[in-house]
């Protein structure tokens, strides 16, 4: 997967319209592999790993931890470019992804969100909005609680099974498990930050961004609520429903998933030629 690094030293001979593709809590730029696939090689994928995933260290703590602050590395790839780019992100990088296009609204391209993790919007909302947000709370709480005892496994299992379905973890892959409690720690960090996040509605309301919305038929309600909200507040945008999909559509329904990424994207670029739209997304 291209990384940040990687990128910017091709940045002298690479042409391509950029993708920045930001993965969903203690997941990796791996997670879309699949995209750059379908992508081929008429777009630069660029995958930022968010703070204490992958390969990426924890968080310094020298202040308080923001969506700002996450959004910072996308951000610096946005001004090293020189067209506008195409940005995705899939749920905490989806609420990352939506504080980057308020940071630099006239340099995205297209905005492409599967279920976004952006808490703050449950804020604005009537009943729908205060059951999703108090579901929420009480999941940050657990693990919150989790971590401060050194309980780390169990707090990530409160985390995964939430997410994907109780048992999910225990299912998990034994290097797949470690890797969620390692990220155990950051987790109430990213809940605080989604949660507390100060962006008004007015500031999305004044995006004027091609934007995606996708949401998985069995997503979790928190997320499935702030997708609807969304819809009316954002000017531009488009829904998409994926059938038999939960809040991981990304990797469990890949194939689905990418394609309708791949279509919005092409549909907002105009350095691609619609007879050019890559058919491999659409598989």
């Given at each position: 997967?291209?990384?940040?690094?990687?990128?910017?030293?091709?940045?002298a001979?690479?042409?391509?319209?950029?993708?920045?593709?930001?993965?969903c809590?203690?997941?990796?730029?791996?997670?879309?592999?699949s995209?750059?696939?379908?992508?081929?090689?008429?777009?630069?994928?660029?995958?930022?790993?968010?703070y204490?995933c992958?390969?990426?260290?924890?968080?310094?703590?020298?202040?308080?931890?923001?969506?700002?602050?996450?959004?910072?590395?996308?951000?610096a790839?946005?001004?090293?470019?020189?067209?506008p780019?195409?940005?995705?992100?899939?749920s905490?990088?989806?609420?990352?992804a939506?504080?980057?296009?308020?940071?630099?609204?006239?340099?995205?391209?297209?905005?492409?969100?599967?279920?976004?993790?952006?808490?703050?919007?449950l804020?604005?909302m009537?009943?729908?909005?205060?059951?999703?947000?108090?579901?929420?709370?009480?999941?940050?709480?657990?693990?919150?609680?989790?971590?401060?005892?050194?309980?780390?496994?169990?707090?990530?299992?409160?985390f995964?099974?939430?997410w994907?379905?109780?048992?999910?973890?225990?299912?998990?892959?034994?290097?797949?498990?470690?890797?969620?409690?390692r990220?155990?720690?950051?987790s109430?960090?990213?809940?605080?930050?989604?949660?507390?996040?100060?962006t008004?509605?007015?500031?999305?309301?004044?995006?004027?961004?091609?934007?995606?919305?996708?949401?998985?038929?069995?997503g979790?309600?928190?997320?499935a609520?702030?997708?609807?909200?969304?819809l009316?507040?954002?000017?531009?945008?488009?829904?998409?429903?994926?059938?038999?999909?939960?809040?991981?559509?990304?990797l469990?329904?890949?194939?689905?998933?990418?394609?309708?990424i791949?279509?919005?994207?092409?549909?907002?670029?105009?350095?691609?030629?619609?007879?050019?739209?890559?058919?491999?997304?659409?598989?």
């Amino acid at each position: 997967m291209s990384t940040f690094a990687a990128r910017t030293a091709l940045d002298a001979i690479d042409h391509r319209p950029t993708v920045i593709a930001l993965h969903c809590s203690g997941s990796s730029g791996r997670q879309w592999q699949s995209l750059g696939e379908a992508l081929g090689d008429r777009f630069a994928l660029v995958a930022p790993e968010l703070y204490g995933c992958g390969t990426r260290d924890q968080w310094n703590g020298e202040r308080a931890f923001t969506l700002a602050e996450e959004a910072a590395t996308a951000v610096a790839v946005i001004d090293a470019e020189r067209a506008p780019v195409h940005l995705v992100g899939h749920s905490q990088g989806g609420a990352v992804a939506l504080r980057v296009a308020c940071m630099r609204p006239t340099r995205i391209a297209s905005l492409s969100l599967y279920e976004p993790t952006a808490f703050h919007v449950l804020k604005h909302m009537g009943e729908d909005g205060v059951a999703a947000l108090a579901e929420i709370r009480e999941l940050a709480a657990d693990i919150d609680r989790g971590v401060a005892s050194g309980a780390y496994r169990a707090a990530a299992q409160r985390f995964v099974d939430y997410w994907n379905g109780d048992g999910s973890f225990v299912a998990l892959k034994p290097q797949v498990q470690a890797d969620m409690v390692r990220y155990a720690p950051k987790s109430g960090l990213d809940f605080r930050a989604s949660i507390d996040e100060r962006t008004p509605l007015a500031a999305l309301r004044r995006l004027r961004i091609p934007t995606l919305l996708l949401r998985g038929e069995h997503g979790p309600m928190s997320t499935a609520a702030i997708v609807r909200k969304l819809l009316p507040v954002m000017r531009s945008v488009v829904a998409c429903d994926v059938a038999d999909a939960g809040h991981m559509g990304p990797l469990t329904h890949a194939a689905a998933v990418n394609g309708a990424i791949m279509r919005h994207i092409a549909a907002n670029e105009p350095r691609l030629d619609a007879r050019e739209t890559p058919v491999r997304a659409a598989a």
